[in-house]
């Protein structure tokens, strides 16, 4: 068999949920969340790295799925931009995107949300310049990022607000074990 037809079984954690595929050694994150799982809220814009709408969460941090191979996130916990909601509410960066009108056409969105999720856990009362600096690594088209700067600025109102409980794409980012304990997976 050559390398180019060998597939590999990989379990992820996606979404809180355990999932399996067959891959090619070459097969992309991205590739593999939509075509594989299914999950196409991960939308793949310029295939380079370049404009971040393929971004999602490995293990709590933002990467790019169309950078990513598949085989390389065996055994670790993804969340995509349909992860980010809990018990069907919109997560608060979802919900101020919304009121805040951080969205234009929405392609980009996906990953400017999971960007956005994953700096306000690091970041939860950030200036102007640093929410212009965490999302320089995503491109918009549509908008002139004032809006979605807006809307990063009142996610954190939104979590200041909440009680603290565990966020989408956190739970080995917290006790940085590489198992979440919940589910008791391992790597």
Partial sequence: MSDAT?????T???NGVVREAEVPARRLLSDCLRHDLGLT???????HGVCGACTVLLDGEPVRSCLTFAVTVDGHEITTVEGLARDGEPS?????FTECHGLQCGFCTPGFLCTATAF?????TPTDEEVLEAVSG????CTGYQNIV???????????ELPTEPQPGLLRAENGSGDSGERGNTP
């Fill in 6 to 10: 060998t597939r590999y079984a990989i």
């Fill in 150 to 160: 807006k809307a990063v600025h009142r996610a954190a109102e939104i979590q200041a």
């Fill in 120 to 124: 306000l856990r690091e970041n939860p």
């Fill in 41 to 47: 809220g991960t939308h793949v814009g310029c295939e």
């Fill in 12 to 14: 992820l954690v996606v």
């Fill in 92 to 96: 608060p960066v979802q919900r101020a």
């Fill in 138 to 141: 995503n491109l918009c088209r």
